[in-house]
């Protein structure tokens, strides 16, 4: 087997540069070929604010659904933070909010009364 990998060759990086990268839009950060902003309804009116603890590593994934959400929803109801803690965020939880995050104690979001929450957590 280490035969094989020694036959190989050598890294080429010349082979990927900048001017190879495929276009993306703007607005959903797909690659422009499979764009999927005519299937997303703009500024859908919601009354809960959301707020979405993103990793850094998140920012890069191929599929990452934030670009999405942050389409689909008005831009005062829709806050993404980046980073790998959150000690800060209090002073952003000044009003009724819900974490959404899977657990032994959660609680099915069809249980919690419509109107409960202003604000909604995405972690």
Request: contains cysteine; neutral net charge.
């Amino acid at each position: 087997m280490d035969d094989l990998f020694n036959e190989l060759p050598d890294f080429d990086p010349s082979c990927t540069t900048d001017s190879v990268r495929r276009s993306t839009c703007q607005n959903c950060a797909r690659p422009s070929t499979v764009c999927v902003c005519h299937f997303i309804k703009k500024h859908i009116p919601v009354k809960t604010k959301v707020i979405v603890l993103q990793h850094p590593a998140e920012q890069t994934r191929q599929l990452r659904t934030v670009p999405l959400l942050k389409a689909a929803l008005p831009e005062d109801k829709c806050q993404v933070i980046v980073g790998k803690r959150f000690n800060d965020i209090e002073e952003l939880l000044d009003r009724p909010t819900a974490l959404l995050f899977p657990g032994k104690d959660a609680v099915e979001c069809s249980e919690v009364p419509p109107g409960k929450y202003e604000q909604l957590v995405l972690s």
